[in-house]
């Protein structure tokens, strides 16, 4: 075959030499688990203070109004690293979180201030699509509440709200796979997450560029299959809405 | 009827400006309805109908002039509007039932939510009323099913489902096809033999002529001539009012 000689000659710096997953493919089984909860905990914990966010957004208060706008302005106009060094040394030097560890390789200590940050992050990019689900539900709608006797927050809450959020899922699902991106981030702050995992293979074997391809073909295979099924799902309702 | 001398609602010196009062949607409005009276609105495209209909239930905010509505001034800061609205009955052009609810839902949710019904008298009462429109087997339906006809009559007895004192209509049957104007114009006639006060934004003169108590002309902002129908369409007085006679006649 003439594929043999290359795979024979392979050098430690050629991309696929997968000889360190007998020994560190665990680290790779960790870094996806804590990965994935990294992503999915944060958008989740995101949802309320967006939700929040929007609202205070289009609420008429100026001030108000003021307040949800440099909050989403900050965090969507400095670098998540940033933000999370800050959070890290800043916020979380000040309250200490004890080095409880969970699911046996989660340390607390780390995980909480990182699932903060990026929820943090996260919070002001949720809260614009939020923002854009509620102003994308017809005037009418709030209109016929309104004028059935129904106050801000009853037409808010029934009528508005469950319209929008229907409208904004397949984004907020697209939120989660950004983050499942971006929260490799957090292995610069000793998150033992799969970035970290390819770092911690990289260094313990000296086969350097393979873990990180292993790492990149993981990202890939989560997020690219999963946006296909958001896409798809996103068509269906978009037919399922014409009426 | 007696009850007639009494006006249920009240309109004084009303106006209503858009884009820092460049544009007068509504100028120096005064009129008065009385209990049972079925009031038609009239005139152009523009000339401030639906403004004038939307204030009165405070959809738009008076830039000045006060609206009474069973005596309460609507336009007081420290009046609660939600409490007046739930006797003010409204239905729009475009229908604007809630599509991710049933129709049972469509028409259960305000008299539950605000407490005026229990979930089981409100069904019951749902059902009465669906069955009065001829539609008793749509309750569990979703909007999207229905036709336009039968969603706008089923807006209606959402309306209704409140047990208001009064019924606003902005434009009813303008967004349907021809051929649904009628069954729609029917569940209207029949509310409106009831004894239902109702104000009636139309284009619909037929109905304007056959329903209507008082017709009303408005042109760029103002109440221009009003009468009976056929004070208005026998016997037009203003040149505008005939002149837009002429073109819908
Ligand atoms: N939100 C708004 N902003 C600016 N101008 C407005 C607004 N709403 C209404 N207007 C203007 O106020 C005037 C009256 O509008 P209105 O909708 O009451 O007219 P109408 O008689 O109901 O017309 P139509 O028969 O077309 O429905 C129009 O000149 C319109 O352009
Ligand atoms: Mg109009």
């Known amino acids: 075959m003439w594929w043999s000689n290359l795979f024979k000659d392979m050098s430690p710096a050629s991309f696929f030499n997968f000889s360190f997953l007998p020994k560190y493919g665990q680290l790779f089984v960790q870094g996806v688990e804590y990965t994935l909860l990294l992503a999915v905990v944060s958008v989740a914990l995101a949802v309320i203070p967006a939700l929040v966010l929007a609202l205070m957004r289009l609420s008429k208060n100026k001030f108000i109004k003021g307040i949800a706008g440099a909050y989403i302005a900050v965090f969507r106009s400095t670098p998540l690293l940033v933000q999370l060094s800050i959070i890290y040394f800043g916020l979380f030097g000040v309250i200490q979180i004890p080095r409880i560890t969970i699911l046996g390789f989660v340390d607390l200590s780390r995980f909480i201030p990182g699932v903060v940050a990026l929820a943090l992050n996260s919070s002001a990019y949720v809260a614009e699509i939020f923002r854009g689900g509620i102003l994308a539900v017809d005037i009418g709608q709030t209109e016929a509440a309104r004028s059935l006797g129904l106050n801000k927050f009853a037409c808010m809450r029934f009528v508005v709200l469950p319209q929008a959020i229907k409208n904004v899922l397949p984004a907020i699902a697209n939120e989660i796979i950004t983050m499942v991106k971006e929260s490799s981030i957090c292995s610069m702050l000793g998150m033992a997450e799969l970035m970290f995992g390819a770092k911690a293979a990289a260094s313990a074997t000296y086969i350097t560029l393979a873990p990180y391809t292993l790492a990149a073909l993981i990202y890939f295979c989560i997020n690219y299959p999963a946006s296909k099924g958001i896409e798809a799902i996103e068509r269906r309702m978009r037919r399922g809405d014409k009426n | ?249």
């Open chain 2, 1 to 249: 009827m007696e009850t007639r001398t009494e006006p249920i609602i009240s309109v004084r010196n009303l106006v209503k400006t858009y884009n820092n009062g460049e544009i007068h949607a509504l100028d120096d409005c005064s009129i008065d309805i009385a209990k049972g009276e079925v009031v038609a609105i009239i005139g152009p495209s523009g000339s401030g109908k639906s403004t004038m209909l939307r204030s009165l239930n405070l959809l738009e905010e008076p830039t000045s002039g006060s609206i009474f509505f069973n005596g309460v001034n609507l336009s007081d800061k420290s009046v609660d509007i939600n409490l007046h609205r739930q006797k003010m009955g409204m239905v729009f052009q475009h229908f604007n039932l809630f599509p991710h609810m049933t129709v049972k839902k469509n028409i259960t949710l305000a008299p539950v939510h605000l407490k005026l019904k229990t979930q089981a008298e409100a069904d019951a009462m749902a059902e009465k009323l669906l069955k009065r429109i001829g539609l008793p087997d749509k309750a569990d339906e979703y909007p999207a099913m229905l036709s336009g006809g039968q969603k706008q009559r089923i807006a209606i007895i959402r309306a209704l489902a409140m047990e208001p004192d009064v019924m606003l209509f902005d434009e009813p049957t303008s967004a349907l096809d021809p051929e649904m104007v009628g069954e729609v114009l029917d569940v209207m006639k029949e509310l409106a033999h009831e004894g239902m006060t109702m104000v009636v934004v139309t284009h619909e003169m037929g109905f304007a002529r056959e329903v209507g108590d008082r017709v009303v002309f408005m042109d760029s902002g103002k109440i221009v001539e009003q009468g009976t129908p056929s004070e208005i369409f026998d016997n037009p007085q203003n040149p505008r009012l005939k002149d837009f006679l002429a073109k819908v006649l």
